[in-house]
């Protein structure tokens, strides 16, 4: 977890795609809405409560990720005010999109 839940926030999570389908763990951490930021996860079986967003980017180092930045701010904000948020990728690479 990287901020707890409060003032009226949701808890916001980082994790990658195991977290994204682990049930208990969004239970857990009142999850409203998941962040996928990688190519291929966009059939993830995610409840029907959850808001699913995927932004389609690759795992590389080389990613412009900065095309995405306004529109993920935005989503972020708008779902830590839902309930808490997961924000993961595969590999851990693309999950920056936090850093706005």
């Known amino acids: ?28 951490h009142g999850i409203r809405t998941i962040i996928t930021a990688a190519d291929g996860f966009a059939h993830l079986e995610i409840e029907s409560s959850i808001r699913h967003i995927t932004y389609p980017l690759l795992d590389s180092k080389t990613e412009n990720i900065s095309a995405y930045f306004e529109q993920s701010h935005h989503n972020i904000e708008q779902a830590l005010s839902r309930g ?13 999109l936090l850093q706005l």
């Open 1 to 28: 977890m990287i901020l707890s839940a409060e003032g009226g926030a949701g808890a916001l999570l980082l994790g990658d795609f195991n977290s994204a389908v682990d049930h208990e763990l969004l239970a857990q």
């Open 84 to 96: 808490g948020l997961l924000v993961h990728c595969a590999a851990g690479i693309s999950r920056v």
